[in-house]
């Protein structure tokens, strides 16, 4: 599946409901409405300011599940005999992001709106009564993670270089997606956290672009 068909599936179903969220209720009870938590309430002032769009539910949804698998590959970093310089960057990317996916959670749910697990399998879709996990754009598929988790040393440091590369490259992407959508990118949470997500990513590209050259001619990184 090409990433422009996925992300058109994904926001056809982002409309129609179809994301498996966390949404809570009392099952078979007649729910009332809670008054709302400070934090809900500071939410719908916000967006009374600055509504959001389904493309920043989109975002935020989806970049939970592009995180989560970077978290996985950083972790693998001190047991896969990473180098200090690759121990560095995962600890960096590792302590930035799971920030980040705390920020996205709340966002949403203080909206009121299902909340994904930080699952490192994509974002969990029921298309035709089935349930199916869709990787938001630079994700890795199931063999380039398994490739990486066999890697040990030197390779594992060039593998990991290499995806990641991959992974941040497709952050950047989803960032441009949403800015370049019609009125997403205003609410003030959304437009912080995807500016900081463009720029710290495509500077981690250049900063690991420049380790792998290093890596590959054999010199020394730290």
Known sequence: MTARRARGIFTTLMGAGAIVGCASGTPGGIQTAPLPAPAVAQARADSARHPYTEADIQFM??????????????????THDAGPAIRRLADRIINAQQDEIGTMQRWLGDRLLPVPEARPTGMRMIMNGVEHDMLMPGMLTEPQMKQL???????????????????????????????????????????KFASDVNVDQSTEIVRMEKMLVSLTLGVDTQ
């Open 61 to 78: 949804s989806g970049m939970i599940g592009h995180h989560a698998q970077a978290i996985v590959m950083a972790r693998w970093a001190p």
């Open 149 to 191: 988790d066999k890697a040990r040393g030197a390779e594992f440091d060039r593998l990991f270089l290499t995806f990641m590369i991959q992974h941040h490259r497709g952050a950047v992407s989803m960032v441009k997606e949403l800015f370049d959508s019609y009125g997403a990118g205003l609410d003030e949470t959304v437009f």
